[in-house]
């Protein structure tokens, strides 16, 4: 099984600033298949990021993600009021189960 | 519009049973993997299981495996969890989810999750 650890676990950013979100793989993850998903409170996740760098249909581009092999990256490049919320890393291409990383809260500082 | 409605969840007492609903609409589900993925209170997404667009194959998270049973009926859009002997750390948000055409998909679309409790 791989384990997905995402650092930090907490962040406390201002609007306007620029957040880095990080998740690691125990071991490699196939062909990227690496996603990120966003979840605010009493909310269902909402998918971000697949395939490691391809964002997901209406997210906007201040989202981007990138890595590859064990070490993965979210960036949100300029943090709008919205976007302070739990976000998870999930590998999805190895046999199940499709883990997914402890998440990183992002707060409003 | 793509839609998945869960239903089903509420209380139940240790060892008892459940079975989870998940109504899909705004796409062609026969064609989709479908996933159930849980949340307990408080905690992190956990995927629980899998199944083919056409119901042949299934997997289990080994925290479920034999207890657990995942299927789906295409004609009414619905996909199932038959949850049996279930345990006080089963209580958690169950969500439905979209996988795509292939296995080595995303989950890009949920549902709003319907609420499991375990509890004496």
């Known amino acids: 099984e791989i384990v997905l650890t995402q650092s930090p676990g907490a962040l406390s950013l201002s609007p306007g600033e620029r957040a880095t979100l990080s998740c690691r793989a125990s071991?490699?993850?196939?062909?990227?298949?690496l996603a990120w998903y966003q979840q605010k409170r009493g909310q269902a996740p909402r998918l971000l990021i697949y395939?490691?760098?391809s964002r997901a249909t209406g997210i906007p581009d201040r989202f981007s993600g990138s890595g590859s092999g064990t070490d993965f990256t979210l960036t949100i490049s300029r943090l709008e009021p919205e976007d302070f919320a739990v976000y998870y890393c999930?590998?999805?291409?190895?046999?199940?189960?499709?883990?997914f990383g402890q998440g990183t809260k992002l707060e409003i500082k | 519009e793509v839609q998945l409605v869960e239903s089903g969840g509420g209380l139940v007492q240790p060892g008892g049973s459940l079975r989870l609903s998940c109504a899909a609409s705004?796409?062609?589900?026969?064609?989709?993997?479908m996933h159930w993925v849980r949340q307990a209170p408080g905690k992190g997404l956990v995927w629980v299981s899998r199944?083919?667009?056409?119901?042949?194959?299934?997997t289990y998270a080994d925290s479920v495996k034999g207890r657990f049973a995942i299927s789906r009926d295409n004609a009414k859009n619905t996909l199932y969890l038959q949850m049996n002997s279930l345990r006080a750390e089963d209580t958690a948000v169950y969500y439905c989810?979209?996988?795509?055409?292939?296995?080595?998909?995303?989950?890009?679309?949920w549902g709003q999750g319907t609420m499991v409790t375990v509890s004496s």
């Open positions: 989810a979209r996988g795509g055409f292939y296995s080595t998909d995303a989950f890009n679309f």
């Open positions: 705004g796409f062609t589900f026969s064609t989709y993997w």
């Open positions: 199944i083919h667009s056409d119901g042949s194959t299934t």
């Open positions: 071991q490699s993850v196939a062909s990227s298949h």
């Open positions: 395939g490691a760098s």
């Open positions: 999930q590998q999805y291409g190895s046999s199940p189960p499709y883990t």
